[in-house]
């Protein structure tokens, strides 16, 4: 057999080697087909396709472009192009080949969804929700549609609907882990914590770079019997999540159990304030025996925690009366109230660029009535001439743990902050908090609300559908009553 048939052969057994995953046979043949027929579009067209298989947009664009200069009117290929491109964040060249694409084939769900997030890349909202929107009309047992439709919607602030996009998309699969999670974040904001708490349960099987710390014992259900028993508490995740929920070692104690608390580096001293002395490690350290498990971030769940029964006392935290000497001695006379800057988070943190503010954006509106103190143990290198030129105090960087944080803190008037440790930690302490709050709140800021059912002495400012950061910090400024405290 020579000639067509040869070729209509080898693409079939190619074809077939594709859809199997054995991209490097499929791509041989492939290439013995281009050999033999060097402008044969289907082979120039999967030869894209495998590059895209293999999440390398560069090398995949030639050969669409190929196949391209072959024969323009096929929508698939269109289709291959726009993901190239929107691989490489190339936007108007991937929208022109999506838009190409369903103008050949209207009745292509994907290529509506990629279009809808193209189009919302770049700057239209309407037209994209729009877009994603006739996709999952098109197909609405597509679990990937409902899924993206939901994730778009969310990020656009529609969080009602977002949720229903993923009830929708759960119905369909229910065992989608990352839908599970993002439904907790979305109920969890809207204070729905009955069903957030269940969803939130599936962040282990979520892309989510977590790990359940394992160990060899039960993990408390929250209906046995705790009376006698070592709870060993693994904190899990962010210092902020360990400030925040350490409040529940108390019901523990309540409920009959010896705490053993596994804690991020810094936090030790501190956490050995919390009431009933808990028994504090650091990870690492030798583990004495205990009876259950129990990771902290499902304290909510298994206490049963709604609104209303939020536990809410503060302070639950208390700073080292030796250590806040110290720190009075070296902040010295006061003329005027002392507040505590905290302006930036971890930034690892996934959503550092939303909730972290340049310093830069601070100085216009930092109040000369005021005695501004950093809270920062580490000054990013992009904030450290603003530093230079503020009327800032640059103590953070003798802030060597929590413990000498909380001194501090609890040596000043109050503390104002973006979403990050320090203002978990001020609210802990139960000192007047000011909390800067993205548009897109973390969960456990809730939404449409100057308060904060977990920490009573805060108030939150939230950013609006300008996106100004300078105008919350203006509307935070504004809100000081500037008498010294005693």
């Not at 229903?164 to 979305?186: H, K, M, S, Y």
Request: glycine share 6%; with cysteine; charged share 20%.
């Amino acid at each position: 057999m020579s000639g067509p048939d040869s070729i209509r052969l080898q693409m079939n057994q190619a074809i077939a080697l594709q859809q199997a995953g054995d991209l490097a046979n499929a791509e041989a043949l492939y290439l013995a087909i281009l050999a033999q027929s060097p402008r044969h579009f289907d082979a120039l067209h999967m030869m894209g396709a495998i590059g895209l298989q293999r999440y390398e947009a560069e090398k995949a664009l030639p050969w669409l472009q190929q196949a391209l200069a072959v024969y323009e009117a096929d929508d698939a290929l269109h289709f291959h192009l726009a993901l190239a491109y929107l691989a490489q964040k190339l936007w108007p060249q991937a929208y022109t080949h999506v838009r190409r694409s369903l103008a050949l084939n209207p009745h292509h769900p994907q290529a509506w969804v990629h279009c809808g997030g193209i189009e919302i890349a770049m700057g239209d909202v309407s037209k994209g929700l729009a877009s994603m929107g006739n996709a999952v009309a098109l197909e609405p047992l597509n679990v990937d549609g409902q899924y993206r439709y939901a994730l778009a919607l969310g990020d656009q602030f529609h969080f009602q609907e977002a949720l229903a996009a993923l009830d929708r998309t759960l119905a369909l699969q229910p065992d989608l882990a990352n839908a599970r999670w993002n439904r907790a974040f979305l109920a969890l904001m809207l204070g729905r914590y009955e069903e957030g708490w269940a969803d939130y349960e599936w962040r282990w099987r979520a892309d989510l770079k977590m790990s359940k710390i394992e160990t060899n014992r039960p993990e408390w259900n929250g209906k046995s019997s705790l009376v006698d028993k070592t709870v060993f508490l693994l904190c899990e995740q962010g210092l902020g999540d360990t400030l925040q929920f350490c409040r529940y070692v108390p019901m523990l104690q309540a409920a009959g159990a010896k705490v053993l608390m596994g804690v991020q580096t810094g936090l030790e001293a501190l956490l050995r304030t919390l009431p009933g002395n808990p028994k504090v490690l650091q990870w690492g350290e030798t583990i004495p025996h205990f009876d259950l498990a129990c990771h902290i971030m499902s304290l909510p769940r298994l206490f049963g925690t709604t609104l209303a029964t939020i536990p809410a006392q503060v302070p639950y935290l208390w700073a080292n009366a030796e250590k806040r000497a110290a720190w009075r001695a070296r902040l010295g006379p006061r003329s005027r109230p002392r507040w505590g800057l905290g302006w930036s988070g971890d930034p690892k943190h996934g959503n550092d660029a939303k909730r972290s503010i340049p310093l830069a954006d601070w100085l216009p509106h930092l109040r000369p009535d005021i005695e501004w103190i950093s809270l920062q143990p580490v000054v990013r290198e992009r904030d450290q001439p603003a530093l230079a030129q503020s009327p800032i105090r640059p103590l953070g960087a003798e802030l060597q743990s929590f413990e000498d944080t909380a001194a501090l803190c609890a040596e000043l008037d109050g503390v104002i902050s973006v979403d990050t440790s320090v203002a978990h930690l001020a609210g802990a302490l139960g000192q007047p908090l000011k909390v800067l709050v993205p548009r897109y709140p973390d969960w456990r800021w809730l939404l449409a609300r100057e308060d904060s059912p977990w920490y009573p002495s805060a108030t939150l400012y939230r950013v609006g559908a300008d996106g100004s950061w300078s105008t919350v910090i203006a509307q935070a400024m504004a809100s000081f009553d500037t008498a010294v405290t005693a």
